[in-house]
Each structure stands twice: as structure tokens, then as C-alpha cells.
């Protein structure tokens, strides 16, 4: 480094060769000609050798210069390359990209974020909702190299916890009942008056190879569940604001539909859940696979759970 002269006006320098102009490399650097003028000159001084030969209103380089200037440039690209590097590193050590299916991710993560950052705040969260993110067989082969290949550090699966090197852990069970508008509860009286409303369905329920909807929720109830109108939604959220809307029933979870049934929004219509073998998992790499603030986010949604997290023995420790 002590054979270097200052990087300032190397850089000048290299700007001012490679543009032909002082006053062309003062518009890119964003400088005065003169401050350009100057650091060449003492460049030029440093080094005991003439780069430019000055004529009327124009520069050309000396020989010096134009042996000097393709390395140079390479140079300068090399280590703009390596500070971005740098910036990425401190960029992307805080941010923490997690993926869950969007009714979950919707109303049970994101009204809970505030709390997170508020522990990391230099955190970024990065939230995918995806239904992807619900295993169709009991046999799930997801894992690690899943998980990287996505791009995500944590997961919030739907499955049944069958993710061996994921080391998953359950958030919450997927016990559901009927709910709708309080208008819609008005005309409704016991289980077999449900039969004759529209029965609003979260088409993500379909993609489980296992039936689980309202024909199992009316045989559990020990009722011909018979012909049914069912009205189906791609996705929870949609089927939650036709609830909302009064266009139906629905089966819902009242940990997800906490904040419409405390509003007064929605109301349980049958308190007789239907029982799953699914839940919710949180899932992620593992410590020594991961970056710290996953494991963070990991343990934070465990905390918001309350359920205790595993050690590094896979030992239960309380958060």
C-alpha cells in the first residue's frame, strides 16, 4: 500500500482517461474541472511522469497513461465488486426471508411483526405467503435443499411434521369450526340448519390428498352430510371476507379469526371443532445451516406461540 499514490485521485485519473476530459470526468464525478485538474496534477507529481498532454480545450494521454489505464480500470472494477460485496453482507446478514401460507401469513404473522422488530430492529422480513406451502401427502419429502432452493430461511408449513432434517416444530393445530356474520348466526339454529346455507370452502384444504371439510365436520356431528352447496375460494382470505360479507359459513380457525370474532365481525355458530392430524409447523435449516436472525424469527414465532424451543440437543428449552 505504500507504493500507492492517494486512491482520490487515481480515481480521478482513471474517470479523466478513460472520458478524454477533465470536463466530462468533473460531470460524472460530480466535481469542478479544476478539482479534477488538480488531483492530476498531483498525481502526476507523485509519480514523477506526465498522463496528459494538455492542448487547447482538449487532453490525449502520454504513454504512460495509456499503458497504465486498462489495469487500472480493472482494478477499480475489482474493488467495486468487492465493496459490494461487503454492502451485501451487511445487507442481507439482517434480512430473514420467511414463506407460509397467506391466510397464515396474513393474520397470525403479520399483526405480530411489530413485536419482532421491536426486538430486532435492524431486522428486514422478507414474507412470501404461498401455498406451496401445504404438503399434499403425509409422506412430505420437503427439506433443506427445498428450503435453499427457494430462497427461504423459515417456513411456516401445513402438513403433518414429516420433515426430518427440518427439525419442525408445531405452532398450532388446524381444529376448525363453523363461523359466519352475526346477521347469518340470527337464522341459524343447531347443526342441521347449516345444511340449507351456502358453505364457503378454502380451496387450500383441497390440495391435501386426505378429505377434510364440511362433509367430514357434518359426519363428526353424526349427520348424512347429503348434498351440500358449497362455494369455493382459491385461498382463506378469500373466503373469510365472503364470510365477513354475510355471503355464507365458514370453517374457520379462531386463532386465525381471532380478530373478526373479537370485532364482532364473525361469530362461532357450533363450538364442535374438526379435528386434523395437520397443523402448522415452523421450519428451517438448523443451527450451524442457517444465519443467526433466521434462527432468531424462528424462536420469536415459537415465543408468539408459546411453545417451548428445542436446545441444541434437540432438548426442550423454554424460550
Not at 4 to 16: D, G, H, K, N, T
Not at 94 to 105: G, K, N, W, Y
Not at 170 to 194: F, H, K, R
Request: hydrophobic fraction near 45%; charged fraction near 25%; include cysteine.
Amino acid at each position: 500500500m505504500s507504493r500507492l499514490p492517494p486512491l482520490i485521485a487515481l480515481s480521478y485519473f482513471e474517470v479523466a482517461a478513460r472520458t478524454r476530459s477533465f470536463a466530462a470526468a468533473a460531470k460524472e464525478l460530480n466535481v469542478t474541472p479544476a478539482a479534477i485538474s488538480h488531483q492530476i496534477k498531483s498525481l502526476e507529481e507523485y509519480l514523477g511522469v506526465d498522463l496528459f498532454v494538455r492542448h487547447h480545450r482538449r487532453v490525449s494521454l502520454t504513454p504512460a497513461a495509456r499503458v497504465a489505464l486498462p489495469e487500472l480500470h480493472e482494478g477499480f472494477d475489482a474493488l467495486g465488486r468487492a465493496v459490494d460485496k461487503i454492502r451485501a453482507y451487511g445487507e442481507e446478514r439482517l434480512i430473514v426471508t420467511v414463506c407460509a401460507e397467506p391466510l397464515f401469513a396474513t393474520k397470525w404473522i403479520v399483526p405480530r411483526l411489530h413485536r419482532f422488530y421491536a426486538r430486532c430492529p435492524d431486522a428486514e422480513v422478507r414474507l412470501q405467503a404461498s401455498l406451496h406451502t401445504v404438503d399434499r401427502h403425509r409422506d412430505s419429502d420437503f427439506g433443506v435443499a427445498d428450503l435453499k432452493r427457494a430462497g427461504i430461511d423459515v417456513s411456516v408449513r401445513l402438513g403433518y411434521g414429516n420433515y426430518a432434517d427440518l427439525a419442525p416444530q408445531q405452532l398450532m393445530s388446524l381444529d376448525l369450526v363453523p363461523i359466519g356474520a352475526p346477521e347469518l348466526a340470527a337464522t341459524v339454529e343447531g347443526v342441521e340448519a347449516l345444511r340449507g346455507v351456502p358453505l364457503l370452502c378454502d380451496s387450500t384444504l383441497t390440495r391435501i390428498s386426505e378429505p377434510y371439510g364440511w362433509k367430514e365436520w357434518f359426519r363428526q356431528q353424526g349427520c348424512d352430510s347429503g348434498t351440500l352447496r358449497e362455494l369455493r375460494f382459491g385461498n382463506g382470505l378469500l373466503a373469510l371476507e365472503a364470510a365477513i360479507a354475510g355471503q355464507g359459513v365458514l370453517l374457520g380457525s379462531r386463532e386465525l379469526h381471532q380478530a373478526e370474532l373479537s370485532a364482532g365481525k364473525l361469530t362461532v355458530l357450533a363450538d364442535s371443532p374438526l379435528n386434523s392430524d395437520q397443523a402448522y409447523y415452523v421450519v428451517s435449516a438448523g443451527e450451524g445451516l442457517e444465519r443467526p436472525i433466521a434462527g432468531q424469527f424462528r424462536e420469536w414465532l415459537l415465543e408468539e406461540a408459546n411453545i417451548p424451543s428445542r436446545g441444541p440437543a434437540g432438548d426442550a428449552a423454554q424460550v
